[in-house]
């Protein structure tokens, strides 16, 4: 099953400061209670912003930002989707940032919010830049791996080929599992624990 | 050049590899509870997919129960639809369920085990990041989202980055009053909250191979916190004597069989690993988290460390929020709440080791104390040897089974900016359900030691 086509994203960026930070602060548990993801996106951050009213997710300025510029290990610990979710409900398309946590990462791609890291230096410069100038257009390109600002560009890295899943709308992961189900089979036939002792 | 367990799991599991350079790994034990799974089953039915494997899929509810009046419908109606949505859901799917009713029911981490359901070399998932935990059993359990619990429903398979291998090789005896717990922590604080990203931590050496199944599970549980998306033992005989007789594992002649197979899983003597670490157990604390990540943890005889350059703000923003100050020891640090649970510290020995400390003592008056066993047979276990007494008598409250005070889900919570001294694992600004409530995490006996106290203590001199 083809997805939506990712490549180009455009937009202003919004900046968090601040190593592992972990998906309870980027969506607190209590809005786990839930059976949908709706009306997460209201709540991103919802305790930081309320222990920081200068939070940048509450600062008007950065409203409609679609890049989110973080630091290291960013989304680390609890394994919900609700923050990715709760992220791209707000508006965010893009990450960029020094790490990801794994499972954060994964969860992401699922539902085709992308993440890209570059190294420490380009990323200070960015959030230098953007807290500077937040009305700053930047535009990430998949296909070039470049992030560009204000002329000027830097380089960010992501894998090929989830960049490749993500370019051809290949990143929606259960119908590329589903292709070929009769290998699924063939390995629950094979698999002891299955097949029986 | 020999194969660890996770190659020779991952190979057996590999259905094929995939266009996006990940691999398709086939999934043999898929478990799954109320919290990150409505929207899965929500995605199948907007598909008009079903569960391919609806008997490798086993469902049970633990994160938002109340652990005190479990009477339906709950008072949170939230709380409720979840829970109503999972038994539809497992009705519509044909799941098995262990729903409040069934002496099955607990927390995921726990049953799984405990039920014979957690095999070495199998390949686990759950939407739930310490589903690490049944690695202690030699299986490859991975923590996954709820994108990916519709994936493994839908196609009893994951589409999965490769990982390496790093061995912890933890060595040496461990003095009494030092738990599984402590070692954990110190492992985490060594090798940092993110220095497992990538990787699946293979727990070896003298001191992992003496332990019990429990004091792995305690380890493996953890290992998410410094960042492992996998954690895991080698099987052995204390393995395959846990899992003799359990409801889900094999049985007479084909448990023999299996225990060999079981046995020809683990990783060889001269396997290639990414990287191999030691750690000298002889020397670890009795640890107590002092900051907002897994990490920021000191031997209880030890200061609170100060902000320095270099650390990008990051203790000085942790002893902001905790409301520590650098350079005093965590001793004597004052709690409010002592909380005895979770999956990584809620099995029955970890009960025993709470409840010997607190044995004949009393709770200190200011301490609200909780004890919360993680599952309902542990509950019965405990009950049956009057350790539910002994924490009464002490002044804890005895509990329900379920996830309790280790994430803001159910009932049991901090209040304002309450200490709490926890057997849990996470110490995020705001886990324990109160955006400026903080955590101390510690062994069960050090968190009843701090509950008699009243501050934090050296479990050491408490009971000598
Ligand atoms: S006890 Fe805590 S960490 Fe374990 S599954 Fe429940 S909420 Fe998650």
Redesign the pocket.
Known sequence: MSTRQIDRIEGTAIVVRGDNIDTDRIIP?RFLKAVTFDGLGDHVFEDDRAAMPAHPFSNPVYTGARILIVNENFGSG?SREHAPQALKRWGIEACVGESFSEIFRGNALAIGLACVTASHEVIVQLMTMVEDAPSSTLTLSLTDRVLTADGSSVDVTMEGPVRDALRTGTWDATGLLLDDFDVVRGVAARVPYIRGF | MGKTLLKKVWDLHTVRPLSTGQTQLFIGLHLI?E?TTPQAFDMLRARDTGVAFPHRTFATT??IIPTLDQTRPFADPLAEAMLSALEKNCDEFGIPFWNLDSDRQG????IGPELGLTQPGMTIACG???TS?HGALGAVALGIGTSQVRDVLASQSLAIDPLKVRRIAVNGSLVPGVFAKDVILEIINRMGVKGGVGQAYEYGGTTIDRMSIDERLTVC?MSIEGGARVGYVNPDDTTFDYLRGRPFAPEGDAFERAVNWWRSMASDADADYDDVVEIDATTIEPRVTWGINPGQSVGVSERIPSAASGDNGAVAEALDFMGLTGGAPIKGTRIDVAFV????N?RLSDLREAARVVEGRSVAQHVTALAVP?SQSVRVAAEREGLDQVFRNAGFEWRGA???M??A?NPDRLDGDQVCASS???NFKGRQGSPTGRTLLMSPAMVAAAAVAGEVTDVRDAVS
């Open positions: 548990a609890s | 509870h919290v633990d994160h927390i995921v981490h726990v739930d990041s310490h935990t549980n649970g979770s999956c990584t809620s993680g379920g996830c309790s280790c994430l889900m849990s694992n996470r």
